[in-house]
């Protein structure tokens, strides 16, 4: 019983953790457009589609600093510094379907 329950427990976190399209709503939508359809800040490229391989690299490189595009690159970093791996996969699996 005790040990059901922990195992219950552990899928429900890991799917609030990895779940791509609560974490693009929630974290990425004000800024890329609820589709992706917009330019963020009047800045980046329309992300809506894009492969996720691309997206996954991109979100890596703003999260260690490395990757500032068009000098905005600061306020990425800030929105994708908590997001783990499998976060990160979740959300550019979900962006490449937008
Ligand atoms: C505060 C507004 C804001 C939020 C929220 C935001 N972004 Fe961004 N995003 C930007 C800006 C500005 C850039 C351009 C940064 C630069 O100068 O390189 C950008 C760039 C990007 C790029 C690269 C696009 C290109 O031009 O090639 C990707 C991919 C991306 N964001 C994904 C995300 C994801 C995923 C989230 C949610 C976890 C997110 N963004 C949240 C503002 C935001």
């Known amino acids: 019983m005790k040990k059901k329950y922990l195992i219950t427990l552990l899928a429900v976190s890991s799917m609030l953790m990895a779940d791509g399209a609560s974490i693009y709503a929630s974290k990425c ?43 905005m690159g600061g306020a990425m970093k800030n929105m994708v510094k908590g997001l783990d791996d499998a976060s990160i996969k979740e959300v550019a699996n979900y962006i490449s379907k937008l």
């Open 29 to 71: 939508a004000s800024c890329h457009g609820v589709h992706g359809e917009k330019s963020a800040l009047g800045k980046s490229k329309i992300i809506a589609g894009q492969d996720a391989a691309t997206t996954t690299k991109q979100i890596q490189g703003y999260k260690s600093g490395t990757l500032n595009m068009y000098g």
